[in-house]
């Protein structure tokens, strides 16, 4: 939530700002503001709504600042308005701050520098932050000490860039919890709350550990840990290409992200499954003793990648003989689930940052779990905590709706379903071979299932006056309709429900009319006829139908208005290939409602608060 970007170098800076904020806009955008270096004042520039929005202010702004700080909001305390957009100063106007995160005792904070006299003019938690550095440093006259005592004040998660008048050529970092990283070339350097954020200028990254201060200026950059010790980070040179964070020709990302998933998938896959064997325990650093021992299996996410989950649970249900439990995070962390030294626990998560399962995480490694992360985002912070960790390869998904990254949890967690099975030994060698042998056809099944994306623009186009829509599925169509109901209310913000197809007539069959269409999730499989039989309740209620079905069926375009025929996959992979059309549904339906697509209302891509 929110994103921060800091500058200090021989550009002009608030053009890498306003460039980085477009790049990590994804996590917020409800306002932007940017905090530049004069050589005398720090001038500030706020405004409500996108990006463009700053950009559009600043033209009136004369050049030559080349030091700066950015942020793009996402609203956590204090609505939507100017005075609550970052940067936030002091009353001096000598510090200014941007701010990702939650203080968690900012009316403790406001309270103490009230009595001392400080005026607040917004609403938000970050304030405190800005005023608590003026008056700490008005003691200390130091700032490294200054910061060191911010580390000690404030509770909760936060990622922060400062400037101080005194400095024009420095700017500061600091980091607890919500990530925050540094590039470096000649002459410059940057700080980010993602990489995207500076990638067309440099791609040496310093990540920042937890509780690091950071002095970042065109002569290098300085690290210290929490208590003010000088600590080395490595510097690591990403091989990110900077064309995977545009939209290479497509009109939206989301659309160049349901693209992307058969060379996301092959990704994914490469090198982890070899000769119809799953090959993922060298990566995990798992060995046959230690699978034995366990027991239990959590999987805990939320969202998409909670469904991703629920697929997978089916499956490790049937290829292993352990006892599995699925979560959304937010109820995992408040739950008394035991969690022991006999659990296995599998945070899935896109951005790897997000609060309630990376809490989950804290919860289940301190009861002594084994925990794997399954996420796309190599740095994030889940990932620099559990004890193994498996990596999408899904490359950078920037559209806030998830969909190549919900194809490759699906192979990431199917491929660990298949390793337990395998060492376990409850998955004879036979089957396994099987099963990879059909899973690497997989990316190219999806392939040929992208050609249908003007067939499902026909049939969105019906459904564009629709208020309401049902999502029906059994078995592992059940989670594909979960998060086909998921898109469509979150890219077209029409109200959308999943429903296990067998539950349908325990109330929600009332709800039929000719207004409310149903899209049923019926491959071939071993429940076919089980959702067939639901079909033809549903259309003696005369509600219209659209179906999901696998080729050369006839007995479903005999119910349903509008079919779309997916390859043949075995019943176990149907997922990847069922969410295809229905990502292109939400993605049409949306775009003709004119809806924003990459950035729709009220959300944004990394959840890192609660
Ligand atoms: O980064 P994560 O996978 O942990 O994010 C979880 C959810 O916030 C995410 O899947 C969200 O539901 C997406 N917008 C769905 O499209």
């Known amino acids: 939530m929110c994103g921060i970007v800091g500058y200090v170098g021989g550009r002009e800076a608030r053009e890498v700002l306003i460039d980085g904020l477009k790049r990590l806009e994804y996590r917020g955008y409800d306002s932007a503001g940017l905090a530049l270096g004069s050589g005398e004042d720090l001038l500030i520039f706020k405004e409500v709504g996108k990006v463009v929005e700053l950009e559009r202010m600043l033209q009136e702004v004369p050049a030559g600042s080349h030091q700066g700080i ?129 990638l067309p200028y440099t791609r040496r990254v310093q990540y920042l550990e937890e509780g690091d201060i950071a002095e970042a200026s065109p002569s290098g950059i300085k690290i210290w840990d929490e208590k003010g010790r000088p600590v080395e980070r490595p510097v690591v040179t990403v091989d990110w290409d900077v064309t995977l964070t545009g939209k290479s020709g497509f009109s939206h990302y989301m659309l160049k992200e349901i693209y992307e998933q058969g060379a996301a998938l092959r990704r994914s896959l490469k090198g982890r499954v070899v000769d119809g064997k799953t090959t993922v325990s060298r990566e995990l650093g798992w060995n046959v003793e230690m699978v034995s021992k366990w027991k239990k299996i959590h999987i805990v996410a939320c969202g998409s990648s909670y469904y991703s989950a629920l697929a997978a649970e089916r499956l490790l249900e049937k290829w292993t003989d352990l006892e599995i439990k699925v979560d959304i995070a937010s109820e995992y962390r408040y739950r008394h689930i035991p969690c022991d030294t006999s659990t296995l626990a599998v945070f899935v998560s896109q951005s790897g940052e997000t609060a309630d399962t990376l809490a989950a995480l804290r919860k289940a490694k301190a009861g002594g779990a084994h925990c794997l992360a399954i996420t796309n985002v190599s740095s994030s912070t889940m990932a620099r905590e559990v004890h193994s960790l498996l990596l999408l390869e899904a490359g950078p998904e920037i559209g806030v709706a998830a969909t190549k990254s919900f194809t490759s949890q699906l192979a990431a967690l199917f491929m660990v379903a298949l390793q337990l099975g395998s060492m376990r030994g409850s998955l004879a060698p036979h089957e396994e071979e099987r099963l990879v042998d059909e899973l690497v056809r997989i990316p190219h099944k999806v392939e040929l299932l992208l050609e249908k994306e003007s067939e499902v623009r026909e049939i969105a186009r019906k459904y564009t006056g629709s208020k309401n829509m049902l999502f029906i599925g059994r078995g592992m169509s059940f989670p594909v309709a979960q998060e086909g109901a998921l898109k469509l209310k979150e890219i077209s913000y029409i109200h959308a429900e999943a429903l296990a197809a067998g539950e349908m007539k325990h109330g929600p069959i009332a709800l039929l009319e000719p207004e409310m269409p149903v899209l049923a999730v019926i491959p071939r499989d071993s429940l076919y006829e089980k959702t067939l039989s639901n079909m033809q309740e549903i259309k003696a209620r005369n509600a219209s139908l659209i179906a999901v079905c696998t080729e050369g069926d006839s007995l479903v375009p005999e119910q349903a208005g509008s079919v779309i025929e997916i390859p043949w996959t075995a019943e176990e992979f149907t997922p990847f290939l069922t969410v295809i059309p229905l990502q292109f549904l939400s993605f049409h339906i949306g775009s003709i409602l004119g809806r924003e697509i990459d950035q729709p209302r009220n959300l944004a891509k990394s959840v890192t608060v609660e």
């Open 70 to 198: 950015g942020h793009t909001r996402w609203a956590t305390h204090g609505g939507v308005s100017q005075v609550n957009a970052h940067p936030h100063k002091d009353g001096s106007g000598r510090f200014a701050v941007v701010h990702n995160g939650i203080i968690e005792n900012y009316s403790e904070l406001k309270d103490e520098l009230e009595r001392e006299g400080v005026i607040f003019l917004s609403q938000t938690d970050t304030e405190a932050i800005v005023h608590l550095v003026a008056t700490s440093f008005s003691r200390t006259g130091d700032i490294l000490e200054t910061l060191v005592y911010l580390q000690k004040r404030l509770r909760g998660t936060f990622a922060l860039a400062l400037m101080w008048q005194d400095r024009p050529n420095s700017i500061y970092a600091i980091r607890r919890g919500s990530p925050l990283v540094l590039g470096s070339s000649e002459g410059e350097a940057f700080c980010a709350s993602d990489i995207p954020a500076f």
